[in-house]
């Protein structure tokens, strides 16, 4: 009879922790998430873990003055000091100018090469491509393994509290998340498949059903998000583009209002997940034929904007994640449609855990391993007035002031690198537009020479 006990008090343990499970699950997830309130527990949880990492960084501080060692900060502003970014005119202009004699003939100057050699040597040093798709480096420790060897001065406290973060974030947080993360999705299929039978109203319904998974999911992430501007937010029949860091960008949007996403369609979990989506909101997803036909996509896009009743087009122009410390080039392609455009920008803070995706270092759900096994994952999102076309203006100078007005909310760097350097090489289009750029410089030194030569040759002896 006793085996027969132990068998009835293990499931009676099993079915009390069940039931406590999704009590809680209930109470402090579903409800705020369906009901958009907030019980505050995240705002304690992140004030709490900014006092622990300032305490960590003032003990590495005495730690390394102990040691008669000084204590380094990362260059966030670079390794060089540099001045000012002038233009290749103005550069050649000032060397030029600085000169102490002037040739009568446009012919190929010596001291031009100092401003080719110390570009070159700039950008060998500090490249502003190569920093933007590395890890950001943090100015104190996190406590976060990942991030140890740059702060070697730990004593004996420090490391017990390090440890004992380990065993929190890998023994209570993580599987809390993944679990949350798995009952999110499981919901929001179920329920968004069971909307797309609905014959009226599955849209209205569709995007109740997409807020609630979002906001799963960001519940899974312990996301801390802090909007800004909500007077500017994303209108129906419009465009809405970000900078872009992660695929939970996605995510961190849609759980404040909902978009169509464009993508390509996928296969297996992926693939399930977007069926179920398209039944229950407009998103367009292209076959991987169809993504080739760029006059295919556009017209696609187009019908959908012109379209006042369906949501916003969520799209993020620089085609690639970066670290979020600088925003690269915007394609046109979104530009190029006539609609109302709607900038967001996105900030993250690296101290509780590095929410960039370097895709050609972690796969996709390495990546989501980590942000799930890191502290919290913290951003502040600043919706921009809409943007429009300018009289005169095309696609490619729409882009650049759009992304201008976006780094500048966001406080990044504006490059205008394509992304796609991240994995090719660089054109021989910017090479030649560097040797177009100096060749209208020797000429226009030419006829600057011409035209004072005449003046000289016309003006009288006696003037």
């Given at each position: 009879m006793q085996p027969c006990y132990s068998r009835v008090s293990l499931l009676l343990c099993l079915g009390i922790t069940f039931v406590v499970w999704f009590t809680i699950l209930f109470v402090i997830i579903t409800v705020p998430a369906v009901l958009e309130v907030s019980l505050g527990i995240h705002r304690f949880y992140i004030r709490t873990l900014c006092r622990v990492f300032e305490w960590a960084t003032l003990q590495i501080e005495l730690s390394a003055k102990q040691k008669n060692r000084q204590f380094s900060k990362p260059h966030t502003k670079g390794i060089l000091s540099k001045s000012k970014p002038l233009s290749v005119q103005e550069n050649m202009q000032e060397l030029r100018s600085s000169a102490h004699s002037r040739r009568s003939e446009p012919q190929f100057d010596m001291g031009d090469v100092i401003y080719f050699c110390r570009k070159g040597v700039e950008s060998i040093i500090d490249d502003e491509v190569t920093k933007s798709f590395s890890a950001q480096e943090l100015e104190s420790w996190n406590l976060l393994t990942r991030s140890i060897r740059r702060f070697p001065h730990r004593g004996l406290r420090l490391t017990l509290l390090w440890g004992l973060g380990v065993?929190?974030?890998?023994?209570?947080?993580?599987?809390?998340?993944?679990?949350?993360?798995?009952?999110?999705?499981?919901?929001?299929?179920?329920?968004?498949?069971?909307?797309?039978?609905?014959?009226?109203?599955?849209?209205f319904l569709g995007e109740k059903v997409h807020l609630m998974g979002y906001r799963f999911c960001v519940k899974s992430l312990t996301a801390f998000i802090t909007y800004h501007n909500s007077e500017n937010r994303p209108k129906n029949g419009s465009i809405c583009v970000a900078n872009h860091t992660t695929p939970l960008d996605v995510i961190i949007l849609a759980n404040d209002r909902c978009y169509s996403l464009v993508g390509q369609v996928h296969r297996g979990l992926l693939g399930l997940i977007q069926r179920a989506m398209v039944k229950s909101s407009p998103h367009i997803w292209f076959e991987r034929a169809e993504v080739k036909d760029r006059h295919l996509v556009a017209k696609r896009l187009c019908d959908h904007a012109a379209d006042k009743t369906k949501q916003p087009i969520l799209i993020f122009p620089e085609g690639t994640c970066v670290n979020n410390t600088s925003v690269m080039m915007f394609k046109k392609g979104s530009f190029e449609i006539g609609c109302t455009i709607f900038p967001v920008a996105i900030k993250y803070d690296f101290r509780f855990g590095d929410a960039y995706w370097n895709s050609s270092k972690f796969g996709l759900v390495h990546h989501l391993l980590r942000i799930m096994s890191s502290w919290a994952l913290v951003c502040s999102v600043w919706y921009l007035p809409p943007m429009?076309?300018?009289?005169?203006?095309?696609?490619?100078?729409?882009?650049?002031?759009?992304?201008?007005?976006?780094?500048?909310?966001a406080g990044l760097a504006d490059l205008t690198w394509d992304g796609g350097l991240k994995r090719t090489k660089v054109k021989d289009a910017f090479k030649e537009e560097q040797q177009r750029l100096y060749s209208e410089i020797l000429l226009k030194v030419h006829q600057t020479q011409k035209q004072e030569k005449c003046f000289e040759d016309e003006t009288p002896e006696g003037d």
């Open positions: 065993l929190i974030r890998y023994g209570i947080l993580l599987p809390l998340r993944v679990i949350l993360a798995v009952t999110g999705i499981f919901l929001f299929v179920i329920l968004s498949t069971s909307v797309g039978f609905l014959p009226n109203s599955k849209f429009n076309r300018e009289e005169g203006e095309d696609a490619v100078q729409f882009a650049k002031r759009v992304k201008a007005a976006l780094a500048a909310q």
